[in-house]
């Protein structure tokens, strides 16, 4: 009965659209300050950066840390989980059904050895390419098709370092492009939000 009620007065139409508006915005990396400007952890810079100019903070709740940013009318929950990169899934599935957000307003954050440093890659579904995190992530919602923004870090290490290059702070010289390539990252979350993720690929794919 209060189904049918809903439905006839469309407040099951209303929380619908309601939960269109509310995306869950991960950034991937490990807690901890020995962790805190590796290449590894560029997810977590990237939200950091996203609310650098606004009033938010970040505060620690079940499996990360988190705020919700509003964006014209959407709200963002941006979490940074503490799970550690190999159990990022755990905190994606329990925010996403906690907040009943559509997997399609799920967006992830991760770094790429594929790509040379700071390139930009937005996809919708694809394998893990050897992530450990994205590994979980496609384990615990048992599906590949979700949204996964890759920021390049290059692979410029020797033969059996990538551990070691992944968790080691930026170059110098990368440090120096960095500000401008995280601009350009928090550009590219706000277009996802906004337009959508096939103008998003568009746009900025490769830039």
Same mark, same amino acid.
Not at 33 to 42: A, D, L, V
Not at 121 to 149: A, P
């Given at each position: ?6 439905? +006839? ?6 929380? &619908? &659209? ?15 300050? &020995?962790?805190?400007?590796? !290449?590894?952890?560029?997810?977590? #810079? ?8 606004? $009033?938010?903070?970040?505060? %620690? ?12 009318? !959407? ?7 503490? %799970? ?19 997997? $399609? ?32 992530? #496609?384990?615990?919602?048992? %599906?590949?098709?979700?949204?996964? =923004? *890759? =920021? ?8 059996? *370092? #990538? ?10 010289? &990368? #440090?120096?492009?960095?500000? $401008? ?6 550009? +590219?979350?706000?277009? =996802? ?15």
């Amino acid at each position: 009965m209060f189904r049918f009620l809903s439905k +006839l007065f469309g407040f099951e139409k209303a929380n &619908e &659209e309601e939960e269109m508006k509310k995306f869950l915005i991960v950034g991937l990396g490990n807690i901890g300050e &020995e962790y805190s400007r590796t !290449r590894h952890n560029i997810g977590f #810079q990237i939200l950091d950066h996203l609310v650098k100019d606004s $009033e938010n903070i970040f505060e %620690t709740k079940k499996l990360g840390d988190q705020t919700v940013l509003k964006i014209k009318g !959407r709200s963002l929950l941006l979490l940074k989980p503490s %799970t550690y990169m190999n159990l990022s899934g755990k905190a994606v599935k329990y925010w996403l059904d906690k907040e009943k957000i559509p997997l $399609e307003n799920l967006l992830i954050i991760t770094d790429d050895l594929n790509l040379p440093f700071g390139s930009l890659r937005l996809k919708t579904k694809g394998s893990d390419g050897g992530h450990n995190g994205l590994s979980d992530i #496609q384990n615990k919602l048992n %599906t590949t098709n979700y949204n996964r =923004f *890759r =920021f390049g870090i290059s692979d410029e290490f020797n033969k059996g *370092r #990538q551990v070691d290059y992944v968790l080691s702070p930026w170059s110098e010289e &990368e #440090q120096k492009q960095l500000p $401008e390539r995280l601009d350009k990252s928090c550009a +590219l979350i706000r277009s =996802f939000v906004l337009s959508g993720v096939k103008e998003t690929m568009n746009s900025f794919n490769g830039k």
